[in-house]
């Protein structure tokens, strides 16, 4: 195990096999790209599912690959084209790179692309590593006030980002968040960066939901196991004062979330599913018809979501140093992902070779 | 580099000259080549022929080669391309943008700051060449029924049918069309194929009016220039029997007393997308806008999935664009179909590509 060479990097061969690998260090693809030097990555339900399953859906680890794609970094080398960074310029990565020609790239929504290269996505190496490769336009520069580390969180605040806009949320409005996980958290705070006046959180779990008042949650709610979605909404509403929310959004992926927020929703309202569980659930089509309730799938992030992400921790309407609850060196790496399948802790940062 | 790319040159305001060029290319992987078939003459060509350009001059020292309407055979294909073959037939949208910036990854590319648009001065030059560079995504194949003359009017259409969706034209609107230029044409016909209950247009030539009261079907209004465009608004809403007056006004002519006039005609939270260019400072009636919470919005050439949508309302016939060509001449003479659009003779006349 080399973690002093020259692109010491985490990789995944199979299910809880990981290993550490030197891997030569990448070449710019074009005069536009840039290298950065990995400083913070924080990991995530995904990263961990290709640790524990090797596969999400139909993306399947068929050879080596790096984990890691949340990250930040400082530039170590720019393309001749480059204007926007410069070394040492210290950045938040946007680790999906898009094809720029179809369809979906043109017409606003590049994180629909088909041929996007995604990193810690088979067949693409993630970022936990010491040098990782990307357009300068899919850097977001850090400003003097965030720290390295706060950058490694503008991934999972992105994702939180393009849920609230697909939402459009509005101020004064009521927002209810099923799940406190990290993307949960997250949505609450934006919710509130955003104007919600009323947020609530759902979860199972008691702690997660002091940490999801202390973020940005004004109110929280514990369902009832064996309560059906339609008496767990009628809870939520009692605890709202019976006013039924505009806005709600899982970041759980639990059908028994999803379900009690279509009966929770006031009419007219808009839920967003942000949360992945079970491929294929049970939901309640009259309530959603009968409401005239909007739905929208919401997948990563796209234009401007990182650069607002920015912003917000920048201008302090969100602060995500809160989700920080572990920081392990990079040799460690394979601690964290053992720590999040136990289900321990909220965010948890891996330092890069040479943080 | 080849030098067998026979090209026509603008030099200045009236001076064309036909000339070889380098032939592009192949730079980017996504790159094609197409042998120009068509290319038509718009305003602009007419303005450049004029003037020497709008904003930026061509010069003896930065010519340019003309033209941006334009359809052609793919010729040779990069490394990357795989949605056209050489051989095949297309139309072509003759505007890159950088990809890169916010507006173009925002869905917005046509308003790129670094787009690079055929026949824009110093040195993005136009489609008069026997052979045009393009990125191949930006090369849209044509169905046998169509011909190449008729794919030049894929752009000018594009430019209609972006109009037509900053509208947000519903089914059931009314809507008025001011001018029966090429893109008011298209404008009236994209209205209708979106579901207008009725297109009114208007025009202060009559025999352009004519042309289209056969081509489209609709009403016509004639414009009085004595009298005020308040004035006016009266007499369309009554001459067309609106109460209220339209949902919608598609402003084509560029001209300022048109747009007041239209502005007056619609009705309360009505809008009003200007499309066409004319004086860059133009008054506008802000205290019955507000009144009536108008809805204005500015209109610029074509963004993603227009192309796709003019190409979808010619394949399905519900829009025509043969009757709008009045001329084809040969390449050489292309500065005779400049001086024909300028006199207003023809609707859409077309310069032939560089023949063997």
Redesign the interface.
């Known amino acids: 195990m080399t973690l002093t060479g020259e692109n010491p990097s985490f990789v995944l061969h199979k299910v809880h096999e990981v290993s550490f690998e030197e891997r030569p260090i990448p070449k710019l693809s074009g005069p536009r790209d840039v290298r950065i030097e990995i400083k913070q990555t924080g990991i995530c339900g995904s990263d961990v599912h290709y640790y524990t399953h090797g596969a999400i859906g139909s993306f399947v680890v068929t050879s080596p690959m790096v984990l890691g794609h949340e990250s930040s970094g400082v530039v170590a080398e720019v393309g001749s084209a480059v204007t926007s960074l410069k070394v040492g310029d210290r950045v938040a990565l946007e680790p999906g790179i898009p094809c720029r020609y179809c369809d979906h790239c043109k017409a606003g929504f590049y994180n629909l692309c088909a041929d996007m290269k995604f990193a810690a996505t088979p067949p693409y190496d993630g970022t936990l590593c010491r040098y990782y490769i990307l357009p300068e336009d899919f850097c977001v520069k850090l400003p003097d006030t965030v720290s390295l580390e706060e950058g490694a969180l503008i991934e999972p605040l992105s994702v939180a980002v393009h849920v609230s806009k697909l939402a459009k949320i509005t101020p004064g409005s009521s927002v209810v968040v099923f799940g406190a996980g990290p993307v949960g958290l997250l949505c609450c705070a934006v919710a509130k960066a955003f104007g919600a006046t009323t947020i609530t959180a759902v979860d199972l779990v008691p702690a997660r939901l002091e940490l999801a008042k202390a973020v940005a949650a004004t109110h929280s709610f514990i369902p009832t196991r064996g309560d059906s979605a339609a008496e767990s909404a009628s809870k939520i509403k009692e605890v709202l004062g019976g006013k039924a929310p505009q806005f709600a959004i899982d970041a759980s992926g639990a059908a028994a979330s999803v379900n009690t927020a279509i009966h929770v929703l006031a009419q007219g309202g808009t839920y967003v599913q942000a949360g992945m569980g079970a491929p294929e659930i049970t939901f309640p089509i009259t309530e959603f018809t009968i409401k005239e309730l909007v739905a929208h799938g919401s997948f990563r992030y796209g234009p401007g979501d990182y650069q607002l992400a920015v912003e917000l921790v920048a201008s302090g309407r969100v602060d995500v140093k809160k989700l920080i609850t572990h920081r392990v060196k990079f040799e460690e790496a394979e601690e964290a992902f053992k720590l999040v399948v136990k289900g321990q802790g909220v965010k948890i940062l891996i330092g890069g070779p040479t943080a | 580099m080849a030098q067998d790319n026979f090209s026509c040159v603008l030099y200045g305001a009236g001076k064309v000259r036909f000339e070889d060029r380098p032939v592009p290319e192949i730079s980017d992987p ?1 790159d094609i080549l197409i042998r120009i078939s068509y290319v038509g003459v718009c305003g602009s060509d007419v303005h450049f022929w004029m003037h020497g350009g709008v904003i930026r001059m061509v010069s003896e020292e930065e010519p340019l080669v003309m033209g941006h309407e334009a359809s052609g055979v793919v010729h040779t294909v990069g490394p990357a391309v795989t949605r056209v073959k050489p051989g095949d037939r297309v139309a072509i949208e003759p505007g890159f943008p950088c ?4 507006q ?6 046509n308003i790129c700051p670094k787009m690079k648009f055929a026949a824009d001065p110093p040195h993005t030059h136009g489609t008069l060449s026997r052979l045009f560079k393009i ?3 930006f090369a849209y194949r044509i169905s046998d029924s169509l011909s190449l003359q008729e794919a030049v009017l894929v752009e000018p259409l594009s430019v209609a049918v972006h109009g037509v969706r900053l509208a947000e034209l519903r089914p059931g609107q009314t809507v008025l069309v001011q001018g029966c230029g090429t893109i008011g044409l298209l404008a009236a016909a994209t209205a209708k194929a979106y579901g207008a209950r009725s297109v009114f247009i208007a025009d202060i030539n009559k025999a352009k009016l004519d042309f289209a009261k056969g081509y489209l079907g609709c009403a016509t209004f004639v414009p009085d220039l004595t009298s005020t465009p308040e004035q006016d608004a009266v007499r369309l809403k009554r001459e067309m029997d609106l109460e209220d007056g339209v949902d919608v006004v598609l402003e084509c002519t560029g001209i300022e007393a048109s747009a007041q006039t239209g502005i007056y005609a619609l009705s309360a939270g009505g809008v009003f997308v200007q499309i066409g260019l004319g004086k860059p400072l133009q008054a506008l009636p802000l205290l019955a806008m507000c009144e009536k919470e108008t809805v204005v919005k500015t209109a610029f050439r074509y963004a ?2 227009d192309y ?1 949508i003019a190409l979808e309302l010619l394949d399905s016939g519900k829009v025509s664009v043969k009757p709008l060509i009045s001329s084809t001449v040969p390449f050489e003479s292309a500065a005779e179909a400049w001086e024909r659009t300028r006199k207003g003779e023809g609707i859409k006349n077309l310069i032939q590509g560089v023949q063997d």
């Open positions: 996504h990809r890169r910036c916010k173009c990854k925002e869905g917005r590319y990125p191949d995504d993603p999935g796709e």
